[in-house]
């Protein structure tokens, strides 16, 4: 057992899925996986794992922000030696053609975030996605006919930022959504030499104000849980 996660080692799958929202993680495991079987409930952050074609799958839910999915996705790697991670979220467009609905893979992720201090306080070290998981799920993405967009998205610790502008010079240099996760869970696969991918549906516009309702993220949401499953057993 873990501090926040109180599983027993071989409870855990190979590779796990992390939404941010713990019911989140139970509707993936009840959707999707075969026989899951609970194997977390401290804090309420539900934990899953079952089987996807045959092949064992665990589900996470993580929490919002850096610190949280930072400290979750750390004891999944060090303590249940948990090798394929990926994140399925949410994140905000802030550029005019990224639309709401569609997919996002986080080939990198800036960040704000005083997290990379941890590791490497006197530079900006430059998290990047796994390119095994990333090749797979476009691969995957191609074969269900799922339109994606590759690259660079910014992970920032504030949601409600009182410059409403904060974001356009990270759109100016790419960047195509900003969320809250990818650069921390990025970072701690780094220093613990495993794969990591963040995918992440458009939920909302930070240049038009337009948000998706909760029916249409359920859909769009359905497509990237099939493509992060596709990915981890591909
Ligand atoms: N900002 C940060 N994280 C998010 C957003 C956003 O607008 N939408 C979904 N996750």
Redesign the pocket.
Known sequence: MSVHIGASKGDIAESVLLPGDPLRAKFIAETFLDAPRQYNEIRNMFGYTGTYRGVPVSVQGTGMGMPSIGIYSWELMTQYDVQNLVRVG???SIRADIPLREVVLASGACTDSAYVNNFLPDGHYAPIASWELLRKSAEAADRMGLKVHVGNVFS?DV?YHTDSYYYEKWAAMGCMV???EAAALYMNAACNHRNALAMLTV??S?VTGEATTAEERQNTFLDMMKLALETVTA
Do not use: I, W
């Open positions: 949410t994140a905000g920032t949601f900003t969320e809250m939920s909302d930070l």
